[in-house]
């Protein structure tokens, strides 16, 4: 299946896809008219490969570093764009005086001491 997305997604070259009959393999049963893909399967196949390997690696920045050996910050911008262009976080606007908070927080959540829920709630706090 990996292959055939792969193979999908060059060949649309980021156009938007509407899918127009699905079926249902274990019964048989299809559907048909117009759907749109989630916002997940309309990244590109290389932001889904990163979103994937994010998630396997349990939110640990440092591991993704590693992993495609980019810096600390380049992992953090390619999550704000994928975070962006899926509309998933607001904006979270931190005043300069709680800035260090801010460290400490991202802090814990890179050591696994936090989830990320919890990160996004003490930062809006």
């Known amino acids: 299946m990996t292959k055939e997305w792969t193979e999908l ?3 649309t070259g980021g156009s938007e896809i509407t899918v127009e009959r699905v079926k249902i393999s274990s019964s048989g049963i299809a559907i048909e008219g117009e ?11 290389e ?3 990163f979103i994937m390997a994010f998630i396997g690696a349990h939110g640990s920045i440092k591991y993704m570093e590693h992993l495609f050996g980019i810096s600390y910050p380049t992992v953090k911008n390619r999550l704000d764009k994928l975070a962006s262009r899926l509309n ?17 927080v991202l802090g814990m959540l890179e050591r696994g001491e936090i989830t990320a829920a919890e990160a996004i709630r003490k930062l809006k706090q």
């Open 9 to 11: 997604t060059k060949l």
């Open 35 to 45: 759907f749109l893909l989630p916002p997940l399967a309309q990244l590109p196949y």
């Open 47 to 49: 932001d889904q490969v």
């Open 88 to 104: 998933m976080v607001e904006a979270v606007n931190i005043p300069e005086s709680r800035q260090a908070d801010r460290e400490d």
